[in-house]
């Protein structure tokens, strides 16, 4: 079985000190990586905890979905809405488990319903979210996609 590991983020900062308590933001990490050759994928994503700040009630959420640009209407994004192919958290307080130490999710990738394949290519989304009360929130991440062929 032949596979690769796509880079999807080099280690890279995520900030969001500038949300207020309950808020949450979402960045869009990469578009349109090709996931068209292969059969299986896997979603690595890696907590770097130097320079890190977490506090009790912040987390962020690493989403990869669907998605199928058209060179035809490149202006618009066509996603495949309500379908997560693969998440991986990191987080203080419940549910998460607090990341003092590097830590690492490899999730597969999985599809619900009428969906058998994995589609032509898939976005990565991040999601960081404040507790009950502000504080500064900043989290280095890698994500990587492993993917196989057979």
Same mark, same amino acid.
Request: charged letters at 10%; hydrophobic letters at 40%.
């Given at each position: 079985?032949?596979?690769i590991?796509?880079?999807?983020?080099? +280690?890279?900062?995520?900030?969001?000190?500038?949300?207020?308590?309950?808020?949450?933001?979402?960045?869009?990490?990469?578009k349109?990586?090709?996931?068209?050759?292969y059969?299986?994928?896997?979603?690595?994503? +890696?907590?770097?905890p130097?320079?890190?700040?977490?506090?009790?009630?912040?987390?962020?959420?690493?989403?990869?979905?669907?998605?199928a640009?058209?060179?035809?209407?490149?202006?618009?994004?066509?996603?495949?809405?309500?379908?997560?192919?693969?998440?991986?958290?990191?987080?203080?307080?419940?549910?998460?488990?607090?990341?003092?130490?590097p830590?690492?999710?490899v999730a597969?990738?999985?599809?619900?319903?009428?969906? +058998?394949?994995?589609?032509?290519?898939?976005?990565?989304?991040?999601?960081?979210?404040?507790?009950?009360?502000?504080?500064p929130?900043?989290?280095?991440?890698?994500?990587?996609?492993?993917?196989?062929?057979?």
């Amino acid at each position: 079985m032949s596979g690769i590991v796509q880079h999807v983020m080099r +280690r890279s900062p995520i900030d969001f000190s500038q949300l207020g308590a309950g808020q949450t933001m979402q960045f869009v990490i990469a578009k349109a990586v090709p996931i068209f050759s292969y059969r299986q994928a896997n979603l690595i994503a +890696r907590y770097h905890p130097t320079g890190s700040t977490l506090t009790t009630g912040q987390y962020v959420l690493v989403t990869v979905i669907p998605e199928a640009p058209s060179p035809d209407d490149p202006t618009y994004d066509f996603v495949l809405s309500g379908t997560t192919l693969a998440s991986a958290q990191f987080g203080t307080g419940s549910p998460f488990t607090d990341p003092t130490a590097p830590a690492l999710v490899v999730a597969p990738f999985t599809l619900a319903g009428q969906y +058998r394949n994995l589609g032509t290519h898939a976005r990565v989304l991040v999601t960081a979210g404040q507790g009950g009360s502000a504080a500064p929130g900043r989290v280095f991440l890698s994500i990587d996609f492993g993917l196989k062929s057979e």
